[in-house]
């Protein structure tokens, strides 16, 4: 029996992700520097990883054809195709919804209901909701991304700043909800209760997500809510379905593939001029306005799986556990190696740009780690979930702000600077690693 052996460690394996970073975001700043529209748009995303993806191709030490092979495994690994088939699905229903007139029929309502002073703060805490009902980060952006659009754009809200508002409560369910794949990985890969990671988890999420509304509600200020316009609740009706089915904790496939047909079932009864053509083509037309972030999902994928059978996660993890080793001594020490997990992982969900995938890469040695520094099950789980996340809602080329990006059509860039929950959980991460644990409480009494 052919036994896994872990790749020897290699920082030249990480060298592809820099020349990627230093093209896409070079370029970026670049054009930003000449006043050039769309700055971040010049280059595309995806043709700045092909030179990445050439790179670590040739640094492998493998034939060609076991190179491209495993690119191609990495590229169509399930995490990648699951959050492709969202992106798609999502493309489809806000296209046909766009058309319909259902966005705007939401936003009317919306905005007759909402004080502008809780614009901001209702769209994380509805994003909050759905995605920890949910358990998907992706679905809910994909559900109320192009609501926050139409809002953002009727109140004068910035568009980055909406957007960072609307990621940062698809985040919070992300990392707290029960059925999020993360929490899955996360305590499947240090054996603990999912219950038990929840109350740790929810200790530092809550004080996070309470910070993040204050802050937006002092952001809102000076945004003007017009009149509301008339709005046909027949159009708004796909909406709010989708809003229950997803709180119900329905598959996010199908919550999105119900969307579509009933916001084309909509569009037939209250527009003569919307035709089974039109919404065809409507449908098709959100599919290939994803075909950008689409490609580099896939490209990351391929490029993530080379990088860490190359020895590059491998040579993150050595730093950082030898790291800990010297460091970590006395009551310091639980605290310490806990840091060096939330590093660990960090650092690992840079490389992969996927936070379920950074989590199972890096379980078996945040594991040794936890058992040989005291750091309890739930307590490591809970550090791997949240500094997972924290990375993940924050990266440019990760799915999140690709998917929002492309709805409200700015740079993935823009909005990384203000998704202000991830910094809030980051710092009450922070915080929490000096709060002694039960066990030490136990040993103290």
């Known amino acids: 029996m052919k036994r896994?052996?872990?790749?020897?460690?290699?920082?030249?394996?990480?060298?592809?992700?820099?020349?990627?970073?230093?093209?896409?975001?070079?370029?970026?700043?670049?054009?930003?520097?000449?006043?050039?529209?769309?700055?971040?748009?010049?280059?595309?995303?995806?043709?700045?990883?092909?030179?990445?993806i050439i790179l670590s191709i040739l640094l492998a030490k493998e034939t060609l054809n076991e190179t491209v092979e495993r690119f191609l495994g990495g590229a169509g690994n399930s995490n990648i195709m699951a959050m492709c088939m969202i992106y798609l699905l999502a493309g489809g229903f806000s296209a046909v919804a766009k058309a319909t007139g259902g966005v705007d029929a939401v936003v009317a309502v919306a905005m007759g209901i909402i004080p502008s002073s809780f614009l901001l703060p209702g769209l994380f805490v509805v994003g909050a909701l759905i995605s920890t009902a949910m358990g998907t980060s992706m679905?809910?952006?994909?559900?109320?991304?192009?609501?926050?659009?139409?809002?953002?754009?009727?109140?004068?809200?910035?568009?980055?700043?909406?957007?960072?508002?609307?990621?940062?409560?698809?985040?919070?369910?992300?990392?707290?909800?029960?059925?999020?794949?993360?929490?899955?990985?996360?305590t499947r890969t240090q054996g603990c209760e999912m219950k038990d990671k929840f109350r740790v988890n929810f200790a530092v999420a809550c004080p996070a997500a309470l910070l993040t509304i204050i802050i937006l509600i002092f952001q809102a200020k000076g945004a003007t809510v017009p009149e509301p316009s008339d709005a046909s609740m027949l159009l708004a009706l796909p909406y709010a379905a989708i809003l229950v089915m997803a709180i119900s904790g329905l598959?996010?496939?199908?919550?999105?593939?119900?969307?579509?047909?009933?916001?084309?079932?909509?569009?037939?009864?209250?527009?003569?001029?919307?035709?089974?053509?039109?919404?065809?083509?409507?449908?098709?037309?959100?599919?290939?306005?994803?075909?950008?972030?689409?490609?580099?999902?896939?490209?990351?994928?391929?490029?993530?799986?080379?990088?860490?059978?190359?020895?590059?996660?491998?040579?993150?993890?050595?730093?950082?556990?030898?790291?800990?080793?010297?460091?970590?001594s006395g009551r310091a020490g639980?605290?310490?190696?806990?840091?060096?997990?939330?590093?660990?992982?960090?650092?690992?969900?840079?490389?992969?740009?996927?936070?379920?995938?950074a989590i199972l890469v890096t379980g078996s040695v945040v594991r040794n780690i936890a058992e040989t520094h005291g750091v309890e099950p739930?307590?490591?789980?809970?550090?791997?979930?949240?500094?997972?996340?924290?990375?993940?809602?924050?990266?440019?080329?990760?799915?999140?702000?690709?998917?929002?990006?492309?709805?409200?059509?700015?740079?993935?860039?823009?909005?990384?600077?203000?998704?202000?929950?991830?910094?809030?959980?980051l710092l009450c991460s922070v915080v929490s690693l000096f709060i002694p644990s039960s066990k030490e409480k136990t040993v103290q009494a």
């Open 378 to 425: 739930k307590r490591a789980a809970g550090t791997l979930d949240i500094f997972s996340c924290i990375c993940q809602g924050m990266i440019p080329w990760g799915a999140q702000l690709l998917l929002v990006g492309s709805i409200f059509k700015i740079s993935p860039i823009a909005v990384a600077g203000n998704v202000h929950y991830c910094l809030a959980l």
């Open 334 to 357: 639980r605290a310490i190696a806990e840091g060096g997990i939330g590093i660990l992982v960090f650092l690992t969900n840079l490389c992969t740009a996927n936070n379920t995938v």
């Open 4 to 52: 896994n052996i872990s790749p020897k460690p290699s920082f030249a394996a990480l060298l592809p992700l820099g020349l990627f970073l230093a093209i896409f975001v070079g370029s970026g700043l670049y054009f930003q520097s000449l006043g050039t529209d769309f700055a971040f748009y010049q280059v595309a995303a995806p043709v700045a990883a092909l030179p990445a």
């Open 251 to 328: 598959n996010v496939f199908a919550v999105l593939i119900t969307g579509i047909v009933l916001a084309g079932i909509a569009g037939f009864a209250a527009t003569q001029d919307f035709t089974l053509l039109l919404f065809a083509k409507e449908i098709y037309k959100g599919f290939t306005g994803m075909q950008e972030i689409f490609i580099l999902s896939i490209f990351i994928g391929g490029l993530g799986e080379l990088m860490k059978h190359q020895g590059g996660l491998t040579a993150l993890e050595r730093v950082v556990s030898n790291g800990i080793r010297h460091i970590a």
């Open 139 to 186: 679905g809910t952006i994909a559900a109320i991304a192009p609501i926050a659009l139409g809002i953002a754009g009727e109140a004068g809200l910035p568009l980055a700043l909406t957007a960072g508002a609307v990621t940062g409560g698809a985040m919070f369910g992300d990392n707290l909800s029960i059925i999020s794949d993360t929490t899955i990985a996360a």
